[in-house]
C-alpha cells in the first residue's frame, strides 16, 4: 500500500494575497484618460504571491496562507502556484467566494491606475490562518517560530489580531502595505513594536502623517513612531534600514524601467533571502536593491 506523502515543511510562510493579475501595459508615456496600443497580461500575483515567487528563484520554500475560491481560476492559480515549487496544502479554499484579482495600467512613465479586488481574502478572514492554531504549522502552546510575510491585504482587525495572537510571538514578522491606500492597516506594528516593516516613502508618510523627501529621514520618523525595524524605499534615489542599531542608506542601481508593479515585493523577498544567507545589513540592503533593479529592467531578480 502506498503511503500519502508527508506534506513539506516550509522555510518561510508567505501570508496575503494571492489572485490573478491583469497588467496592461504601454511603452509609451500615459496620462488619465489615455488609450493606447499596448500588452495585456493575465499572471499569478498578489503581495504574498509575488513575494513567495521571488523566494522560491532564491532557493526557499515558502507556503502560503490566503482564501482562493473554488472555481475555475482559482483550480488554475493552484496548479500555477505549485509550477513555481510553492506549498499549497494549507490555503484555505472558499465554496462561495470568488477568486481575487488585481488590475493594473503601467505606462513608460509608471503605474497610471490600478484597482486591487481581495475582497474574498477580506471574508476569509482568520480561517485562513486556521493551520497556526490546528496543529498542521503550529498551535496555541507551540507556536511557529520561522519567518513570516505578512501583506496589508488582511483587514486592519486581523492584523491586529495577528500581533497579540499567541500563534505568533514566535515569528519573524516581515510586513508590508498591499499599496499606499492601505499603509494604515500596518499600524499596530507601530503601536506594538513588533515586525520589520517595509515601506516606501509614500506609505510612510501616511503612517507617520508627514510629508518625506528622503527615505532616512521617514525611516528615522517611523522608529520614533514605534517601528521596531523599517525599510522605507524611494524608488530610484535611495533606500533605508532602520533600527535599533542606526540607519544605513544607499542609491539602487540606475537601471531602465521596463515594469512596476511587483517591484516592492521583490525588494522584500530578496532583502528576507539576503539576511537567511547571513549578510549583515548594509550588504542585505545592497542585495535587495539589485535585485529590485533587475526586476524593475525586466529580467528575473537573480
Given at each position: 500500500?502506498?503511503?500519502?506523502?508527508?506534506?513539506?515543511?516550509?522555510?518561510?510562510?508567505?501570508?496575503?494575497?494571492v489572485?490573478?493579475?491583469?497588467?496592461?501595459?504601454?511603452?509609451?508615456?500615459?496620462?488619465?484618460?489615455s488609450?493606447?496600443?499596448?500588452?495585456?497580461?493575465?499572471?499569478?500575483?498578489?503581495?504574498?504571491?509575488?513575494?513567495?515567487?521571488?523566494?522560491?528563484?532564491?532557493?526557499m520554500?515558502?507556503?502560503?496562507l490566503?482564501?482562493v475560491?473554488?472555481?475555475?481560476?482559482?483550480?488554475?492559480?493552484?496548479?500555477?502556484?505549485?509550477?513555481?515549487?510553492?506549498?499549497?496544502?494549507?490555503?484555505?479554499?472558499?465554496?462561495?467566494?470568488?477568486?481575487?484579482?488585481?488590475?493594473?495600467?503601467?505606462?513608460?512613465?509608471?503605474l497610471?491606475?490600478?484597482?486591487?479586488?481581495?475582497?474574498?481574502?477580506?471574508?476569509?478572514?482568520?480561517?485562513?490562518?486556521?493551520?497556526?492554531?490546528?496543529?498542521?504549522?503550529g498551535?496555541?502552546?507551540?507556536?511557529?517560530?520561522?519567518?513570516v510575510?505578512?501583506?496589508?491585504?488582511?483587514?486592519?482587525?486581523?492584523?491586529?489580531?495577528?500581533?497579540?495572537?499567541?500563534?505568533?510571538?514566535?515569528?519573524?514578522?516581515?510586513?508590508?502595505?498591499?499599496s499606499?491606500?492601505?499603509?494604515?492597516?500596518?499600524?499596530?506594528?507601530?503601536?506594538r513594536?513588533?515586525?520589520?516593516?517595509?515601506?516606501?516613502?509614500?506609505?510612510?508618510?501616511?503612517?507617520?502623517?508627514?510629508?518625506?523627501?528622503?527615505?532616512?529621514?521617514?525611516?528615522?520618523?517611523?522608529?520614533?513612531r514605534?517601528?521596531?525595524?523599517?525599510?522605507?524605499?524611494?524608488?530610484?534615489?535611495?533606500?533605508?534600514?532602520?533600527?535599533?542599531?542606526?540607519?544605513?542608506?544607499?542609491?539602487p542601481?540606475r537601471?531602465?524601467?521596463?515594469?512596476?508593479?511587483?517591484?516592492?515585493?521583490?525588494?522584500?523577498?530578496?532583502?528576507?533571502?539576503?539576511?537567511?544567507?547571513?549578510?549583515?545589513?548594509?550588504?542585505?540592503?545592497?542585495?535587495?536593491?539589485?535585485?529590485?533593479?533587475?526586476?524593475?529592467?525586466?529580467?528575473?531578480?537573480?
Amino acid at each position: 500500500m502506498t503511503q500519502a506523502p508527508h506534506p513539506q515543511t516550509p522555510a518561510i510562510l508567505c501570508i496575503g494575497s494571492v489572485l490573478w493579475d491583469i497588467i496592461g501595459r504601454c511603452t509609451s508615456e500615459m496620462q488619465r484618460g489615455s488609450d493606447m496600443p499596448g500588452r495585456i497580461t493575465r499572471l499569478p500575483g498578489g503581495v504574498a504571491m509575488n513575494i513567495a515567487m521571488t523566494l522560491s528563484r532564491f532557493g526557499m520554500t515558502p507556503a502560503l496562507l490566503t482564501a482562493v475560491g473554488r472555481d475555475p481560476e482559482g483550480d488554475e492559480l493552484i496548479h500555477a502556484c505549485g509550477h513555481f515549487g510553492l506549498i499549497t496544502d494549507h490555503i484555505y479554499r472558499s465554496e462561495d467566494l470568488p477568486t481575487d484579482r488585481y488590475m493594473a495600467v503601467e505606462g513608460a512613465n509608471g503605474l497610471i491606475a490600478a484597482i486591487a479586488d481581495a475582497h474574498s481574502l477580506e471574508a476569509a478572514g482568520d480561517k485562513i490562518l486556521r493551520p497556526l492554531s490546528d496543529g498542521s504549522l503550529g498551535t496555541q502552546a507551540t507556536p511557529y517560530a520561522g519567518q513570516v510575510a505578512l501583506d496589508g491585504n488582511l483587514t486592519l482587525s486581523l492584523l491586529d489580531d495577528i500581533v497579540a495572537s499567541p500563534a505568533f510571538a514566535k515569528a519573524d514578522l516581515r510586513v508590508a502595505p498591499a499599496s499606499p491606500g492601505k499603509a494604515e492597516r500596518l499600524r499596530p506594528f507601530l503601536t506594538r513594536t513588533r515586525g520589520t516593516l517595509y515601506v516606501n516613502l509614500e506609505e510612510a508618510g501616511i503612517l507617520c502623517q508627514a510629508e518625506f523627501t528622503d527615505s532616512e529621514t521617514a525611516a528615522t520618523a517611523m522608529l520614533d513612531r514605534g517601528a521596531a525595524r523599517v525599510l522605507v524605499t524611494d524608488g530610484g534615489a535611495s533606500a533605508t534600514v532602520a533600527d535599533a542599531e542606526g540607519a544605513i542608506t544607499l542609491r539602487p542601481p540606475r537601471v531602465t524601467v521596463a515594469r512596476v508593479t511587483g517591484a516592492g515585493d521583490t525588494f522584500m523577498a530578496a532583502h528576507i533571502v539576503a539576511e537567511a544567507r547571513g549578510e549583515d545589513r548594509k550588504t542585505a540592503l545592497a542585495s535587495a536593491l539589485k535585485a529590485a533593479a533587475t526586476y524593475v529592467s525586466g529580467e528575473p531578480p537573480l
